[in-house]
């Protein structure tokens, strides 16, 4: 008897062990492979004022699903904070204390084993049951630019006003409008998000509207195109075979926008009249009001660069995206530039890196012209 109850004892405990060990193994083990494949949906509702951002998220995850929210901004800026998910697979967290600028928002699911059990299982493993465009390295992921501060959100909701109205009434006054709302803005994140929205906007624009760049011929023709289609051209005008084109300057916030956005607005005209064989150039000339020592307000050439029709044709369509990200290949690139010196001077110096300072003097593409 005293023998059976030791055989008994010991199956027992053999259970136990065989029952505690079950328990102990990787969390994605258990995961029912048959689960149904979802398509995972993000939304976001996030809001700024000019003080904080309300991260705001909605998704068809199950609760208690747990995230990650991550918002990185200028000089170095970094703050993480956890969060799950309601019943309804929505989540929302407060930055506080934030100074004016875009910051970027990060949302990333844990990975698979550390989630609950029953959210593990409607993952699969690694996330494997999980599919759509926010499927990134076995985790949900999103990202959007938020910008905080009155001034900025004041800027880009008109912006938006305008890109809704072109949306609405697609004509070549209205899309002219809204682009040089969008390249006005302070941030390149937003520039190229609506830029984009832009692009396809402009593929709408009824045929008859758009002008036959190719064809322009007069001082009159080119300036009434180009006015047309940017709202921020003051005028044009045609020496011999020289197209020169002032830009309003004053329509940039700062240095470092005339420096930065200059650029992708002058790249825009130029691919526009590459194939215009009327010309063997541009010179474009940015004006901006500038203040003497007197105290006295004038408009000025601040920025200036030059184009031949040989360095026109060789630029790609993707050289607009490099110029937006970094401005010097613009430079670079160019025949010719000139930059007013208390421009440069106030010049970021990573925005700047190593472009020379060349004086006016030096670059006789611009002897007629003056600061």
Do not use: C
């Not at 055989?7 to 053999?14: A, E, G, L, R």
């Not at 993952?123 to 001034?151: H, M, P, Q, R």
């Not at 209205?174 to 396809?200: D, H, M, R």
């Not at 010196?341 to 611009?366: A, C, H, V």
């Amino acid at each position: 008897m005293n023998n059976q109850t030791g055989v008994y004892k010991k199956w027992s405990f053999k259970i136990l062990v065989f029952v505690l060990l079950a328990t102990i193994i990787l969390p994605g083990q258990f995961v029912d492979a048959k689960s149904e494949p979802l398509e995972v949906t993000v939304k976001s509702t996030t809001q700024a004022t000019d003080n904080y951002i309300l991260v705001k998220i909605n998704t068809n995850l199950p609760k208690k699903t747990k995230f990650t929210i991550t918002l990185t901004g200028k000089n170095n800026f970094e703050k993480k904070k956890n969060i799950k998910a309601d019943k309804n697979g929505n989540f929302e967290k407060k930055f506080k204390k934030l100074k004016d600028g875009i910051y970027e928002v990060n949302i990333s699911s844990l990975k698979t084993s550390k989630q609950k059990r029953k959210v593990r299982k409607i993952f699969g493993d690694d996330a494997s049951n999980l599919t759509g465009e926010f499927i990134k390295d076995k985790k949900v992921s999103f990202s959007e630019y938020i910008v905080v501060g009155e001034d900025y959100q004041k800027q880009e909701k008109e912006a938006q006003e305008l890109i809704k109205n072109v949306k609405d009434n697609p004509t070549q006054k209205n899309f002219s409008a809204a682009y040089s709302a969008v390249i006005g803005l302070p941030f390149v994140p937003q520039v190229e998000k609506y830029k984009l929205q832009l692009n396809e906007i402009e593929k709408s624009l009824p045929a008859e509207k758009k002008a036959d760049y190719n064809s322009l011929k007069t001082k009159d023709e080119f300036t009434k195109a180009l006015k047309e289609y940017n709202s921020n051209i003051k005028g044009a005008q045609l020496v011999q075979k020289m197209l020169r084109v002032n830009i309003d300057a004053d329509s940039y916030w700062d240095e470092n926008q005339i420096f930065k956005y200059f650029p992708d607005d002058t790249f825009t005209i130029m691919d526009r009249l590459k194939n215009n064989k009327n010309i063997d150039g541009i010179i474009f000339v940015g004006q901006a009001h500038m203040t003497d020592d007197n105290g006295d307000e004038n408009l000025r050439n601040v920025i200036m660069s030059y184009f031949t029709s040989p360095t026109m044709e060789n630029l790609g369509d993707s050289f607009s995206e490099l110029i937006l990200s970094d401005p010097q290949t613009y430079y670079n690139k160019a025949d010719g530039y000139q930059i007013h010196p208390s421009i440069y001077s106030k010049l970021d110096s990573g925005e700047r890196g190593n472009l020379p300072f060349i004086k006016l003097s030096d670059n006789n593409t611009f002897d007629d012209l003056s600061w």
